[in-house]
């Protein structure tokens, strides 16, 4: 049975914004932990603040790749999430959307990104 995966940052590699006229894409990339096991593991993401024509939202949308260092096929183990990004405390919300055979378990359940903590949390679907 899946277990909860809990990911602590420990550098950002990456953090590039760039505007256009239907607002801004904010690229992340990073190096992380998963805490019970201690694999490393590379996360990129993009998000996307839309503020264009003086509406203005309070959260951006997210996508982001977990890439796992282990590479048992010619494809690097991996699980994406795609959610919310809030733009005042920075935390992020959603759901695991794709994943590789490893992590199939996960598609459909939730995680959650303390920014303060600098931890992922990814919860297997039926938590």
């Known amino acids: 049975m899946a277990t909860q995966l809990s990911f602590q940052i420990k550098a950002l590699l990456v953090n590039n914004q760039f505007g256009d ?3 801004n894409w904010q690229y992340v990339g990073a190096d992380a932990v998963e805490q019970s ?11 996307r603040d839309n503020s264009t024509c003086g509406v203005r939202f309070p959260a951006s949308m997210l996508t982001a790749t ?5 590479r048992d096929h010619d494809v690097a183990d991996n699980l994406t999430i795609q959610g ?16 590789s055979r490893r992590f199939s378990d996960y598609i459909g359940g939730t995680f959650s ?8 949390t990814v919860n297997p679907r039926n938590w």
């Open 37 to 47: 096991t201690n694999e490393a593991v590379q996360l990129v993401a993009a998000k």
């Open 21 to 23: 006229s239907g607002g």
């Open 84 to 99: 919310l990004h809030d733009l005042t405390s920075n935390n992020e919300t959603g759901s695991v959307s794709s994943a």
């Open 66 to 70: 977990v890439i796992f260092s282990s």
């Open 113 to 120: 990104f303390d920014s303060k903590a600098g931890v992922l």
